[in-house]
C-alpha cells in the first residue's frame, strides 16, 4: 500500500526524522505513537506528501506520488489535520460537502449528497447540519472535519488510504470510541488508515500495527501486544507503567504511575 525507506527530515538544520522505514500493507489500522517531540506528525505528513525528503521517494500503490494523476489522487488518499480553519462561513453540510469537490464542478450529484449524509451519520453531527460551523465547540468542529475527509473517500476504489492526525482532540469518551470505531471499519473494508494517537490504552485496543517513535526515530513497531511492553513504554516516555489484560477485549491494558 504505502513503502518508505530511509525517510529523513531537517527544518532549520535541526533533524526531525532518521532514516525511517516504513511498509504498511492494505486492511491495516496503523497507529504512531510516542512523546512529544517523537516526529509523529512529520512522518505522518511525509507519508501523506504533504513533505518530502526529496531523495527517498514514497510508494503509494506501487507509484510515486509525482506519478499520480492529480485529479485520481483526491481519490485514493485523504487527511486529517490538526490545523484546521475554525472560522469558515459556512453551515456544517456545507463544510462536510468540501469533501466531494474532487467529484463536481458546480453542481453535486445525488450520490455526493448521499455520502455527505452518510458521513454526518457516522461522526454524529447530522443534527448539526444547518448550524453555522462558527457556532460549534471544538470537538464538534473536529468531528465535522472527519466527516469531510470521510466522504472524501465514499468511492468504488480499492484499498483506499486515510491519513489522521491526532483525531481525537477535544472529544469526549463516546466520541473518541465513536470515531475510532469508524476507521475500523473503514479499515475492515479492505482500506488503510495511519493515525496519530497520544491516548496508547486506545491504540491498544484498534490497531493492528503499532509504529513507537522516541526522537526522530522508529524505537520498535509491531503488532499492540508486541510493542506495548512495560520495558518499551518505560523507556520511550521516560515513565513507569505496568502491562495487564483488559478483561473486556483481552488487549493490553497500560496503567501509569507507581
Known amino acids: 500500500m504505502i513503502v518508505a525507506h530511509k525517510i529523513s527530515y531537517a527544518q532549520k538544520n535541526i533533524a526531525i526524522l532518521h532514516n525511517i522505514d516504513v511498509d504498511i500493507t492494505h486492511g491495516e489500522l496503523v497507529v504512531i505513537i510516542g512523546p512529544n517531540g517523537a516526529g509523529k506528525s512529520t512522518l505522518l505528513s511525509m507519508l501523506a506528501n504533504e513533505m518530502n525528503d526529496k531523495e527517498e521517494p514514497i510508494f503509494f500503490k506501487k507509484k510515486t506520488f509525482d506519478q499520480w494523476d492529480a485529479h485520481q489522487l483526491p481519490l485514493h488518499k485523504a ?14 453540510e456545507e463544510v462536510v460537502l468540501m469533501g466531494r469537490y474532487p467529484y463536481f464542478d458546480s453542481v453535486p450529484s445525488k450520490e455526493d449528497t448521499t455520502a455527505v449524509e452518510k458521513a454526518m451519520v457516522e461522526t454524529d453531527v447530522l443534527s448539526l447540519a444547518k448550524r453555522n460551523y462558527t457556532t460549534l465547540s471544538g470537538g464538534e468542529k473536529q468531528r465535522v472535519h472527519l466527516a469531510r475527509v470521510l466522504t472524501q473517500l465514499h468511492n468504488e476504489v480499492a484499498q483506499k488510504l486515510l491519513f489522521l492526525d491526532e483525531p481525537l482532540n ?3 469518551v463516546l466520541h473518541q470510541h465513536t470515531v475510532m470505531q469508524s476507521i475500523r471499519t473503514f479499515v475492515q473494508k479492505g482500506n488503510t488508515a495511519v493515525v496519530v494517537l497520544h491516548d496508547l490504552n486506545l491504540a491498544a485496543q484498534f490497531a493492528t ?8 526515530r522508529v524505537f520498535c513497531q509491531g503488532k499492540p501486544s508486541d510493542v506495548f511492553t512495560g520495558e518499551n513504554i518505560s523507556q520511550v516516555y521516560n515513565f513507569p507503567c505496568t502491562i ?8 493490553p491494558l497500560i496503567l501509569f504511575g507507581t
Do not use: A, E, R
Not at 490545523?83 to 453551515?91: G, R, S
Not at 500495527?209 to 526522530?216: A, E, T, V
Open 244 to 251: 495487564c489484560t483488559n478483561p473486556i477485549n483481552q488487549h
Open 209 to 216: 500495527h503499532i509504529i513507537m517513535m522516541k526522537k526522530g
Open 79 to 92: 487527511k486529517f489535520s490538526q490545523q484546521y480553519n475554525h472560522d469558515i462561513p459556512l453551515t456544517v
Open 170 to 172: 477535544n472529544l469526549d
